[in-house]
C-alpha cells in the first residue's frame, strides 16, 4: 500500500524562483516558513542539494568512536533536518501533473510511493526526489549473483542493495534433507528464492508488510519460482505448515525507534521482534533442524546492545551457536569518511549465525 501524503497546510508560504539565493532560502525555512518553488525543476533540485549542505554544516562533529547517545543525537539531527528541507515545496495538479520547466513525468512514481492523486497538493520536493529515485531502482532493478534475474523492490519494501550477506545464505551448508524451510520477514523474497533455487523444495515466506508480500509474489512470478515457495503476510511464523527443517531471519538490526514506517524494516525498538523470534522459534522446528540468523553487529560496535549479543540472547532462548559465518559489508557508505557512523561502518561485520536447541542438540562445531 502507497503511504498516503501528509497534508501540508504551512502558515507562510512564499513562491519562490531561480532568482532565489540558496542562503535566502535557508533563512526563512529556518525561520519556519514554507517555500513554494515555481522555477526551473533541475534548478529547485540544486537549491535543495545547497539547502541540505547548509544543514549538514550545523550538525556538530563527532570525535572518536560514536556511541549510543551521539548516535540518538544523531537520529534526532537527521529528523529535524528532514522536517526543514520538507519546507521546499512544489505544487502538483490531479495525477501529479507539474507544470514547472524541465519537470519530469512524476506519475508513475509518486502513484507507486502515496497512491494517487485527484486534487491539486502541495508535496516536499524532497519527497518528490525520494519517490522518483525509489522508482528507478525499483525498475532497474538489484542483481543478486545467485539469482538469474534482478530483484525488484518496491517503494517502501527493503532493499537487499548491500547484498553481501546473500553470500553466506548462498554458500553455507544446509542440514541435511532439508525438505522445507521458512524465511521470516521476507522483504522482497530474496533469501526465499535463493533457498529455492539452491534446490529446497518446499519454503513458506513470510512478512507483516503487504507491500512486501506483493514485492515477493511478483519477484517469484519473474524467477518463476512460485512452485518452491508459498507466501503469507504473518507476524513471524506461519500457521501451517507448523514445523520447519531450516528457518532463516534477516531481522531489522538496529534497537531503537523508526522514524518513518519505511525504517520499519531496520529498526527493531527494545529488541522486540528480535526477542520473540529466538523466543519461539525453536516450537517451529524439525528435530536436526537450524536456525540461520543473519544480524549485523553494528548495533555492538554503537553501544546499543552489549557485546557478544546474539549468543548471549541464543543461550536466554534454549538455542547454541553452532557456527558462525561473517561478511563484511563493501557498501559505500562503509567507506564514506564524512557519515558519522563511518568509524563503527568501517568495523561493521555481517554474520550468519547457525543455532540449533541446546537441549538434543545434535550438530557439531
Ligand atoms: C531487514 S528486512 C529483511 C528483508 C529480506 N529478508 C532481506 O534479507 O532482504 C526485515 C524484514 O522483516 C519484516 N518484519 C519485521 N517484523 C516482522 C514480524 N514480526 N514478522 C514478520 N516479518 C517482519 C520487515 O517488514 C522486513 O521486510
Known sequence: MPTPLPPITPKHLYPIADDCTADKAYQWINQGAHLLWSGDYHNGIQLLSALKRRTDKKRKQQSGPINAEAFHRYRMFQSQKASLLNRLLIKVGPEYALDLKRAPDLRGACEAAFGELSNETLIPLRMVQGALSAYAWQNKGVHIPALPEPIHVRYGVFSPVRGEYLNLIQTAKLPANTQCAFDIGTGSGVIAAILAQRGVPEIIATDTSEDAILCAAENFARLKLQHAIRLVQADLFPPQ?????????????????????????????????????????????????????????????????PPNFIPYLAEKHGLRVIERLDTKPGHAKSKNTNDPLYEARAREVTSLWKLIPSAGATAKL
Open 241 to 305: 505448515p507448523a514445523l520447519a527443517d531450516l528457518i532463516v531471519c534477516n531481522p531489522p538490526w538496529i534497537p531503537a525507534r523508526p522514524t518513518s514506517p519505511i525504517e520499519a524494516a531496520v529498526y527493531d525498538p527494545g529488541n522486540e521482534m528480535l526477542e520473540r523470534f529466538l523466543s519461539q522459534v525453536t516450537q517451529h522446528l524439525n528435530p536436526n533442524g537450524q536456525v540461520w540468523l543473519v544480524m549485523s553487529n553494528l548495533a555492538e560496535l554503537i553501544q546499543l546492545r
